[in-house]
């Protein structure tokens, strides 16, 4: 039972650990995206849409289903990625307002496009389920969960989190979102590495939608709850302190507090505790925890801690 | 020897909105010689120079390298003809040491290798002699150390073209002397080096040429042996004017605020303010002296009521009553309640002293918007006092409703210090007010400091010109990483001696404490 | 010497300069020509992928808001109950507290004042219940307004995020007393019957004049009153307002303690005049939506009641137009946020304008 609870967990936390990754890109290019949840959704449309249309169009291939599947929703996600950088960074436009806007976009796009995703009563994208699923398919036990995504998430964790700290690249976009004049007087295209961060941290937060619902959910309803999830992620940026290797953490900690509604309870020993526990309160740990560490972080207050000195500001060379 | 052209300038064009930065500039500069660029606050000097280091794009004009026509679109342009600028508010990442601020934006092609860069970085300074370690990072590193980086960051990339923004502003008469060897032992190296400054002696002592920018055009470029300081100002300003700052005898001085023993930690834990004492007297100039950061905004905060303090006492003698009142860790409110009318004229005008974003009227407002019970707002008053400033202190603006930060930097200062001086103050407290004015706006705040003076105020003026100090002040109290170091009479001491004590070491400024405060020293109360 | 080249040169197309402050006519064109802009794009969008022509759309749009009396009412409700959450928002805006959390502070006043319902109904006047369900939501919605304040205000902690997390915390609350409150475990509460506000014409109209008056209400606040002078001082710059001795911590409190009332408010007018009972969905979204009121609105009380027109207007008229052709309800959100895309990007013609070098040169 433990171990099953386990393995969910970290199923589950996959999800915001794309989410929290992408946004870690974004948020040291200096973007604080409010748009992730709806880049999410819109990742996970991208990918089911690509399925479902290989599927009804005879491709059983599993790698290519994959290959296809992830890739569509990437691509997805970064076109919103692009959207958000032409208006933030071109446009110069208020970056909540434009992340808000992106997250009513987002939804109501998956939402659409979900809705139109079937054929009769079946939904196709669903079929894909076991090459997803890939190496446990056949388990009956969680570990079903841990498909080529849960594998793929942590392998993008650790190579961003190599990336930003250990190379050129790396060095070059966290000056960006330290202080874009200074990278821009060094010589770095500051406008380039703010709409690349963007979109390949969009592509990869997308990627977290269509994991959840090919890996953990697997039904047809799964879609609905990516947005709450999209939250969670944004929040677990925090959490880890903007290192992608500390969100691999922090994020199997949310997935085990997200489902601990359904587990906690058959976990504890005697009966009274476990109707006690059932209620649908045990479902705000995640949002408690979180706001415990936003609490905890902000009185600590370390300089090693802070977000990037650029948050959230529009860079213009000219500004005088 | 023929002198080779390193950098030409023909036609150069630039304007903000209406304001017309740059226009029509030429400029020459020859491999080889330090070219400076003299000019008032707010003549185009940095604009024409942010165009060449590729900040700025020109709205017209033509730029040539080595005899080649050039496109400077970008900084990376410019160090792809090997330009690089040392800008005066420095351009580091304080999160990063100083190898990683050195070698940022750099894509040589090598692997990327922080051990690589910390041996060049140490190659670069035994060349030049700087002294530096390139693991710290640029927050823990003080003003010249950070200098340091941003001129090896220069040379690291091989410029030949280097440009210096003021870069004495922040410097010690001595630190200013070490810099300018590097300089030299740079030009005897075939580097061509424009230095901008509005110093008219660093001009004479360090410069082969100098080029005079006025209203954003090029008045001329004259050899330095051949001129001197009037002649420069005539160019500079357009007219013949007198470089004397009045310092009238004060009358009858009185103590009216007196600091025992103050101290204070910042939130690092860094102690801040180390035993300050001093007194400031009515009727009297008490100037302050210091590196920036030595610890002269929160001395200015916690008698102003911002800062709270570890021990000591702030007393305020109060005219009217003789009474006396300890102003240590009482809010604004609290002192102005106590009757105290203290004035104070921030460093950070835009960002403190005023709202950028409010007009002239809902500025005058921020200090009297409280009085009364009324829950609303009377904008009557402020409305009078911001047309009596707009018309007494010649402020150019289209009307009392234009947002602050439209107007220019001498404006911006007439009004705040209007405002403050507008609550007939006892106690006048002003860090910086001529910062980035041209001449005559500085001259104007020099004369309503006099004015204050006159009627008896106590000013305390904390100035980073060393020459304006000792020229308008009556008293000058020196600072040195939260110390006073000495308490010298303006009227007999010289600037090196107040630069050496600038950076005086603090086991020998005990004694200097001693003799002036010894007879206030028993009221402490720690 | 040198040599011009210029036809070598390759210079850059086009640069940006910050614009001098236009004049208000042309702002206000620059934004209703992105509305038409983006509408004219929307059209285009339903042309190509429900087939849909543009004439069609605009008159099913048109007709979907004004169509009838009971949707012109419709129309105004729904503007009015946006409206009132736009106005509880603003304040916090306008001192840069990013307040997301309206959603949440609706939300628990909805559920205080249902709770009021249940434990008094019938037991008091309706009068008296009325006035203690609008004491307990505006009481509930301070609370859940305030408590990241205090936190703000204390150590700085992050308001987005919290605000963002206190809107789930609300949920999971409604659910979990949506379950103690229905024994049967369907977990939906029916209409109740007591605490209903007066018909007056009809059910809407004294919630209309309620929201009217705090419209106006809130004007006066923000631009005539100390408390609003400071709101905006603190909001401009938190080093100003400690330099003239602003309590920024009491500001920011109070603040917060006034945005969250007046979500206390929208919450109470949902459930008194309206709905009559709570569900997770109660505030319906509009919690963001609101915030993107009264951004587009420049924090501007009254301008508002434009900007919440046009959302209300497009969010009722795509409805008809998804109604009419049988698509996902969720088609108005993309519709929305298509618009929303187009007017936040306009906003960068209204600071900036571009510069065509070739045009300049041969000006010249």
New interface residues.
Partial sequence: MIFDYILNAIALGMTFLYGSTGEIITEKAGH?N?GIPGVMCVGAAGGCAALHYMIVGGVTNGVLLVVIGILAAFLAAALMGL?FS??AV?????Q???G?????????????IM??LKEGTSIPYLKALDAFRFPFSSSNSALKYCGVMVFLAIIIALVVSFVLFKTRVGLHLRAVGENPATADAAGINVTLYKYVATCVGCGIAGLGGLCYIMDYSGSREGYLSIE?LG?LA??LV?FALWRPHISILGSVIFGALFIAGSFIPTLLPFKILQTMAA???L??LP??V??IV??VT??R?KKENYPPAGLGLNY?R??? | MERS?AL?L?GVTKT???VIANNNVDLTVYAGEILSILGENGCGKTTLMNMISGIY?P??G?M?VK?????I?SPKDAFDHKIGMIHQHFKLVDVFSASENIVLGIDDGNKYSLKDVNNRVLEISERYGFNIDPKKKIYEMSVSEKQTVEIIKVLYRGADILILDEPTAVLTPQETERLFNVLRRMRDDGKAIIIITHKLHEVLSVSDRVAVLRRGEHIATVETAGTNESELTEMMVGKKISLNIERPEPKEPKDRLIVKNVNCTNSDGIKILDNISFTARSGEILGIAGIAGSGQRELLESI???QHLDSGEIMYHNPKNDEEVNLRDR???QI?DLGVRLS?V?E?RL????????DII?NM???S??KGHS???NRKAPKNLAKEIIESLEIATPNATTPVR?LSGGNVQKVLVGREIASAPSVLMAAYPVRGLDIGSSYTIYKLLNEQKARGVAVIFVGEDLDVLVELCDKIIVLASGKVTGIVDARTTTKEEIGLLMTKSTSVSEDALKTENSAKEDGCNG | ?????TEK????LF???????MPLWQSISIRLGSIVCALAFCALICYIVIDVKPAEFFETMFDGVFGSERRIWKMIKDLAVLLCISLAVTPAFKMRF?N?GAEGQVLMSCLASVACVIYFGGKMSNWMLLVCMALASVIMGAIWAVIPAV?KAK????E???T???N??AT??V??FL?VWVPSGSSTLGELDYGHLPNIYNRYLVLVLVVAAITVAMYIYLN??????EI??VG??Q??A????I?VKKVVIRTLIVSGALCGIAGFLIVSALDHSVTTASAG?QG??A??VS?LAKFNPIIMVATSFLIVFLQQGVNQVATDCN??N?????I???I??FV??C??FI??KI?FRGK?ASK?
């Fill in positions: 604080l409010l959207i032409f208006l071109t446009l110069h436009a208020n909540n307002v434009t808000l806007a992106m997250t009513t976009f987002g939804v109501g796009l998956m939402k659409y809705f139109g709450a939250w944004v929040a925090i209620a649908p309160l479902k705000m949002y408690v979180t706001i936003l609490i902000s009185i207050d213009y000219e500004e005088r | 052209v030409e023909r903000f909105g209406k794009f709205d017209r033509h040539f005899g080649e026509e050039v496109v679109r102003a009521g911002l809010t604004p409110l102005r104070f921030p950070d960002g403190m002293g005023l709202v950028g974003n409010m809902d407002m921020l200090r918007y409280k829950m609303f707002l439209r | 010497m040198a040599k011009v080249k040169v390759h210079e850059p640069h940006i300069v910050k614009r001098d402050r990013w997301i936190f150590w700085d902690t992050n987005t995020l919290f963002l997390m206190m789930y915390v999971s609350l659910s979990f379950i005539y009153c100390k408390h609003g002078y905006s001082v401009e710059s080093k100003t400690c330099y003239i001795g309590n979204g963001f939506t915030i993107m951004w698509i996902s969720a088609f108005p959100n993309i929305v946020g298509i929303l895309f936040i990007g906003e960068f600071n900036y510069m300049e010249k």
